[in-house]
């Protein structure tokens, strides 16, 4: 049983506490809204665990690289290129829709011995709002493409990091195992290279899973730097999880 069914367990039981006692309906009403905000805040909270269990650690000597919303023409080769000369492995989660003209960077990326994951077929904003059957049409229509394309997949990122009772079902149902982070690059929020590079340097430790994004010229530009450092901690960078 996830958090959440524990929570909403608590959040019942003290509700039908709360009308046997007669307490009055604005203290219900408010009681009722803070239990809502709280399941709102932890849907974006995937380290949390809170809807469903989330992957989030690799070997304590290792750090796990992942790259969202590829794969993109020009800067997934580029990241590629990074990767080889440290012959470091990672996880590259997948937008179905970004495949069609880039399948041969797909097969590359598998080629070259990294994990494909699942990250819907289209990266919808309001996938939080989405029924349990909309989200389950969006990783398999996913999956099926990277099947397609000869590579089979059990890892899925979703989009944003966000989780709720609905994604928490559609994930168990098309049975893949739901992976987050522990380390947040900034890559799609900001574009100083050096000022990310110093933050993660410092922040960086054995365990850790790093979510890049393969879309973004600053990832590409502080990359090979960034994993000149992670070397120095005498830290491997397997494609490991736990």
């Known amino acids: 049983m996830s958090k959440f069914h524990w929570s909403a367990i608590v959040f019942a039981f003290a509700g039908f506490t709360m009308i046997i006692l007669k ?5 219900l009403a408010a009681y009722i809204m803070l239990w809502l905000l709280f399941w709102f805040l932890m849907s974006f909270m995937i380290r949390s665990n809170f809807f469903i269990n ?3 650690q690799t070997s304590k000597n290792n750090v796990l690289l992942s ?7 020009e800067y997934t080769p580029q990241i590629l290129e990074v990767l080889k000369k440290h012959n470091a492995k990672a996880m590259f989660f997948i937008i179905g829709k970004n495949v069609e003209g880039n399948e041969q960077l797909l097969k590359r990326i598998h080629n070259e011995g990294h994990i494909v994951g699942n990250h819907t077929q289209n990266h919808k904003v309001g996938i939080g709002f989405n029924s349990t059957q ?5 990783i398999d229509k996913c999956s099926e493409l990277l099947s397609k394309e000869g ?11 966000v989780t709720n009772p609905n994604i928490a079902k559609a994930i168990e149902k098309t049975g893949l195992s739901c992976v987050g982070w522990t380390l947040r690059s900034f890559d799609t929020t900001k574009s100083n290279a050096e000022q990310l590079l110093a933050k993660m340097v ?3 430790k054995g365990g850790d899973v790093v979510l890049f994004h393969d879309t973004q010229k600053v990832t590409v530009a502080l990359l090979d730097k960034f994993l000149i450092e992670v070397k120095k901690k005498g830290l491997t960078l397997n494609a490991e999880i736990l």
């Open 67 to 73: 790259f969202d919303d590829g794969p993109h023409q």
């Open 134 to 138: 909309k989200v389950i049409n969006e």
């Open 54 to 56: 989330v992957i989030h």
């Open 151 to 161: 590579v089979d997949v059990k890892y899925f990122r979703p989009p944003f990091g």
């Open 23 to 27: 307490v009055g309906w604005f203290i």
């Open 202 to 204: 410092s922040r960086v």
